[in-house]
């Protein structure tokens, strides 16, 4: 596949590539991080917003909850057991390279 560079071509590229969009990929992404900082580090969650990109630990916690259900205090205190996975759909989509 050839691509351009401007940003609608590798938008599109992406989107073919992986499945989803960029920004969607992205907040994917940070939440798998997010979830591994909270069960495999002791960081205080307002470090694990910060190293995440969130502007306060409220932003962060509250679009945790909205997508999980659970908030990253009860994650950390283990209110969850199973890690956090793209969905079935998601992952037949996926490519290798976007893993």
Known sequence: MRVGSNRRKLGEAFQALCGQAVFAWLREE???RAYEMLCDTQLPISAISDALGYSTPANFAKAFRERHGLTPTEIR???????????????????????
């Open 30 to 32: 940070r939440f798998r």
């Open 77 to 99: 205190e283990g209110a969850i057991s199973p890690p956090i996975k793209p969905s079935k759909a998601r992952q037949s989509e996926r490519s290798d390279h976007c893993a």
